[in-house]
């Protein structure tokens, strides 16, 4: 099984970025996704979730509507748009899986992607 993010990058203050995670190894149909981030010297930290039907968001208080988390389950994939970013929104964005939301958003899911860096200036 295989989480494989891509879509990172270098933007200005205020820029626009969407990151994508296509699952691999098997279907993720009843698993909740995520993404979680970690910026150089701090722990990782919980950024969005979706449950497998798209039903509901879920999003740090950090994200305050500049952030917004979809899936397509046809394509297996999970995706984050980051608008309005600032220099803090740098770090390696990784996107995450578990069939129990509960751990996913504890940051203990059973299945981890590599991450993506994402560099914000002023």
């Known amino acids: 099984v295989q989480l494989q993010a891509s879509g990172g990058g270098s933007v200005q203050a205020g820029g626009s970025l969407r990151l994508s995670c296509a699952a691999s190894?098997?279907?993720?149909?009843?698993?909740?996704m995520g993404w979680f981030r970690q910026a150089p010297g701090k722990e990782r930290e919980f950024v969005a979730s979706i449950p497998w039907d798209g039903s509901n968001e879920y999003y740090a208080d950090f994200v305050k509507g500049r952030f917004t988390i979809s899936r397509d389950n046809a394509k297996n994939t999970v995706y984050l748009q980051l608008n309005s970013m600032k220099p803090e929104d740098t770090a390696v964005y990784s996107c995450a899986a578990d069939n129990r939301p509960i751990r996913l958003r504890l940051g203990t899911p059973d299945y981890w992607g590599q991450g993506t860096l994402v560099t914000v200036s002023s």
């Open positions: 190894g098997r279907s993720f149909i009843g698993y909740d």
